[in-house]
């Protein structure tokens, strides 16, 4: 694990551990032997109001990648079923998949698309605060959406992605991952709206049995508390480049 707070890229970089390429040939064409594409994933993770989307919209652009919020799965899905069922975190129900089965979810830009309507301050709603974590702890909902995201990301071939479990689980040869943190105090500010309802999601976030909030093992951790957007994406971006130079 490596900081970002005071060191230059090129020390930074010496210092991550490498599992992965990072780098995944994907082939285009009927035949199977088509074009030969590199794609390039950048992981962003972090808790909520650590400036995620923020950070990974501001990368993305400078990188000219496109960006997916994965956020954007689990509060769709919170949304739809949250009308129909509740699910238990350890319940593995036939309810949920047959939800799936007949429902069709997805994210594009920033809005999530239920059966095709594209919801947007929906997904902000008290209704999809108060069921979120119970939603994103249940491992069938994880499962499915797990599925989305990497069809998604492999889709995209190059991207950059922010949520909870990118650099952990969704996507584990990101050519460079990113973990955000920010100040209690910080965060707090930054979404009043929520309150101490952060709290209780990240407590529920970071003690879930499946896919727990969690730092990758070979991740940056990037402290977003005082320093200037501007300042931070330039240092990322210089930490991508390198990554991928060197894959
Ligand atoms: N370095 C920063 N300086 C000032 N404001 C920031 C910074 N990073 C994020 N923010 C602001 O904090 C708020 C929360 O950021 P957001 O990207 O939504 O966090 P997350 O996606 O992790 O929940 C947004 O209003 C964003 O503009
Ligand atoms: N990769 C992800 C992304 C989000 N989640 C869950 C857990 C989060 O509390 C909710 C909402 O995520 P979102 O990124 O929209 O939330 P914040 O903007 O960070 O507050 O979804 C997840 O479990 N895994």
Redesign the pocket.
């Known amino acids: 694990m490596g900081s970002i707070a005071a060191v230059s890229p090129a020390i930074l970089a010496a210092g991550i551990r490498k599992v992965g390429s990072g780098l995944h040939a994907t082939h285009s064409g009927n035949s199977g032997i088509g074009v030969v594409t590199m794609s390039l994933v950048v992981a962003i993770d ?5 400036g ?2 923020t950070v990974a919209y501001r990368l993305a652009a400078m990188l000219l990648l496109p960006m997916l ?7 769709t899905v919170a949304w739809g079923l949250s009308s129909v069922v509740l699910p238990d975190q350890d319940d593995d129900t036939a309810d949920i998949n047959d939800w799936f089965d007949h429902h069709e979810v997805a994210v594009e830009g920033q809005v999530g698309l239920l059966d095709g309507r594209a919801l947007d301050e929906e997904l902000r709603s008290k209704r999809v605060q108060e069921v ?2 119970q939603v ?1 702890a249940n491992p069938t909902v ?1 499962r499915r959406i797990l599925e989305l ?1 990497r069809a998604e990301i492999a889709k995209l071939g190059s991207c950059v992605v ?5 650099g952990s689980v ?1 996507w584990p040869d990101a050519v460079c991952k990113f973990y955000l943190v920010a100040r209690l105090k910080v965060r707090l500010e930054r ?1 009043p709206e ?1 309150g101490l309802q ?1 709290l209780d ?1 990240d407590l529920k ?1 970071t003690t879930r049995y499946h ?1 727990p ?1 969690k730092v990758a093992e070979d991740a940056f951790v990037v402290d977003n508390s005082d320093e200037s957007l501007d300042v931070l994406i330039a240092r990322m971006g210089d930490l991508v480049k390198l990554r991928a130079k060197s894959c």
């Open positions: 972090g808790p909520g109001g650590s995620k989307s919020s994965t956020g954007l799965y689990f509060r979120l974590a994103s994880r995201e922010e949520g909870r479990d990118i969704v979404r929520e952060l999601r976030d896919a909030l």
